[in-house]
């Protein structure tokens, strides 16, 4: 069963860390650029940070600019968010996406991505 699940969601004070993971199962992510989304209730789902397949590139919502790091483990089929000084407005369900591509190596937000996540939570509250 091809599929990717996230973890390492939960509740966190203003200020602190978490670490999501999105880890791959079925299939491998090496061809695979790979999105992260949130959405919070009562709002619309949007992108938070992408990574290209195999040299690191990443962009980011202006929201989470320096404050969030994106990155990749091929190896162990898994792809990290790393999400610093966490804001309540960063409260929402953060799902990862995959959208393969053979010959191109382009990160967007708004692309036809092939598989998605169940979503982790994550609360940032005092």
């Known amino acids: 069963q091809l599929q990717l699940v996230e973890s390492g969601g939960g509740l966190v004070q203003p200020g602190g860390s978490l670490r999501l993971s999105c880890a791959a199962s079925?299939?491998?992510?090496?061809?695979?650029?790979i999105g992260w989304f949130r959405q919070a209730p009562g709002k619309e789902r949007e992108g938070v940070s992408c990574i290209s397949k195999y040299d690191g590139r990443a962009i980011y919502a202006d929201s989470v600019k320096d404050r969030f790091t994106v990155s990749r483990d091929n190896a162990k089929n898994t792809v990290y968010l790393q999400m610093n000084s966490l804001k309540p407005e960063d409260t929402a369900v953060y799902y990862c996406?995959?959208?393969?591509?053979?010959?191109?190596?382009?990160?967007?937000?708004?692309?036809?991505?092939?598989?998605w996540g169940q979503g982790t939570q994550v609360t940032v509250s005092s």
């Open positions: 996406a995959a959208d393969h591509q053979i010959f191109q190596n382009t990160c967007s937000f708004g692309l036809e991505y092939d598989y």
């Open positions: 079925g299939f491998t992510l090496d061809y695979y650029v």
